[in-house]
Structures are given as C-alpha cells and as structure tokens.
Nanobody, 125 residues
C-alpha cells in the first residue's frame, strides 16, 4: 500500500507559477508510474502528466500543458513534483497525485490504486 501526500496548491494570478509536491510512503515499487490528474468544477478528472520513477523513460503530458508543466522526481525523498508555469484560468482544478506499477495507459484513472488527497489550484484572470 502506497500513501501519497500532496502539497503546494494555492490561488494565483494568470501567468504565475506553482510547484506541487507528492510524497510517497509505505510500500513503493522500485519503479512505478507517478501521475498527476486534475478535476475542474463540473468536469471529469483528467490526466495531466506522468513519469516512470525507475528511470530510463520519458515523461508524459496532456497536450494542453505541454511546454508549461514539468513533472520531475526527487528519488531520495520518493517525491514527485509538478512544476506549473504560465498558469491559465483553465488550469483551475483540484490536482491529484496517483501511482500504479507502470505508465501504460497512464491516463486511465481507474488503473491507479493509490491517490493523494488532492490540492486546490485556482488561477484568476
């Protein structure tokens, strides 16, 4: 069982930056897929970014955040980050960290068996 704890959300103006963190504890796969999802008001939860923590593979992003968001990790701290830059009002959502063994079908929410509690990101015009 992997426990995920998120932090870093907040309310910012458009064009600002935020860095979200998701620390894992308990059992973790030596290499696992760590992903960020978000759910905007009235919308379905969607995959934002993902990476395989075992190394050797790239990162994954939904088209709407490419070039603005970066997913990364601190291996020693078993923590994954989502650096969000040039934030837009449409980025407003609750952001969740999730984990599953691999990043195959990384956008499939139902395949993730560990989730963080969510952190609110609000971007104002």
């Amino acid at each position: 069982q992997v426990q995920l704890v998120e932090s870093g959300g907040g309310s910012v103006q458009a064009g600002s930056s935020l860095r979200l963190s998701c620390a894992a504890s308990g059992y973790t796969y030596r290499g696992n897929c760590r992903a960020w999802f978000r759910q905007a008001p009235g919308k379905e939860r969607e995959g934002v970014a993902a990476m395989y923590t075992g190394g050797g593979v790239g990162t994954y992003y939904t088209d709407s955040v490419k070039g603005r968001f970066t997913i990364s990790q601190d291996v020693a701290k078993n923590t994954v980050f989502l650096q969000m830059s040039s934030l837009k009002p449409e980025d407003t959502a609750v952001y969740y960290c999730a984990a599953k063994p691999t990043c195959a079908a990384w956008t499939a929410m139902s395949l993730y068996n560990s989730w963080g509690q969510g952190t609110q990101v609000t971007v104002s015009s």
